[in-house]
């Protein structure tokens, strides 16, 4: 790893200060997610270049990543979980939590929280997932270059040799179909790239929101390398469509025959 890194504004960082200043999430997700690369800026450079400009003028905090932020903290994290205000009501269209969310933008409802505890009781009585989890330091970053481009990531559970990721999922049976969909080979090859892992040590944790059944994944040597492809697909649609061609991105076209 180089002493220091190059963000996209031309600015350089002495790697060490970068990663202090990577544990402040106002950096992380506003500095760093408007000058540097992730698994999720991946993802929407892959849908479209326009979808990624879109990313960067507003978070999506859709109820599902609401949730999966919950069952984070919960399972990583709970001394910071019970820091959450959370407001005895079922709703967040309520009087009462509208309220609370003026005062409070880490507000949440009783039912929010009942739900994040369920999972993340799933996953503490589990033999299997507590054992990849322990003794590991979590929400560690990084940041490195890739195919010549700043990239930031923060590994759920980082062990000796090993990373481990928390997901939530709707169907534990269909997750195999859901890693291709949310493309999370792309996330796995730049997590084994910055924290310097085999991605025969990279881990899953998969949760199933309906049922609470747990599933641990690892990948297969194809799955990874589907990930480095496509974040090198990536890194060149955000230096053509991007870095050298903003002024004509409305020109941007996908075409096909039907």
Not at 113 to 135: I, P, Q, S
Not at 213 to 220: C, E, N
Request: net charge negative; proline share 2%.
């Amino acid at each position: 790893m180089k002493d220091t890194l190059m963000t996209t504004d031309g600015k350089f960082w002495e790697y060490d200060e970068l990663l202090k200043k990577m544990d402040d999430d106002n950096f992380y997700y506003g500095y760093l997610g408007k000058y540097a690369l992730s698994s999720s800026s991946v993802k929407k450079l892959l849908d479209s270049p326009k979808a990624y400009i879109k990313s960067l003028r507003q978070r999506d905090d859709t109820p599902a990543l609401l949730q999966g932020k919950l069952v984070h903290l919960a399972v990583l994290e709970p001394e910071k979980f019970q820091e959450l205000n959370f407001v005895d009501v079922q709703s967040r269209n309520t009087k009462a939590f509208k309220e609370a969310l003026s005062q409070n933008s880490e507000t949440y409802t009783r039912k929010e929280y009942n739900n994040a505890m369920y999972l993340a009781e799933a996953v503490a009585n589990n033999k299997h997932a507590t054992e990849l989890l322990d003794g590991t330091k979590k929400e560690v970053p990084a940041a490195g270059m890739l195919f010549g481009k700043p990239f930031r990531a923060k590994a759920d559970a980082l062990g000796s040799g090993r990373i481990v990721d928390l997901k939530t999922c709707q169907n534990i049976n269909k997750f195999h179909w859901s890693a291709k969909d949310y493309k999370y080979m792309c996330q796995a090859y730049i997590y084994c790239q910055l924290f310097n892992v085999d991605y025969t040590d990279f881990f899953y944790i998969a949760v199933d929101k309906g049922t609470n059944d747990i599933g641990i994944f690892d990948m297969s040597e194809e799955f990874y390398n589907l990930g480095e492809s496509l974040v090198e697909q990536a890194v060149e649609v955000y230096t053509n469509e991007i870095q050298n061609g903003m002024n004509e991105l409305h020109n941007y076209t996908i075409r096909g025959t039907l």
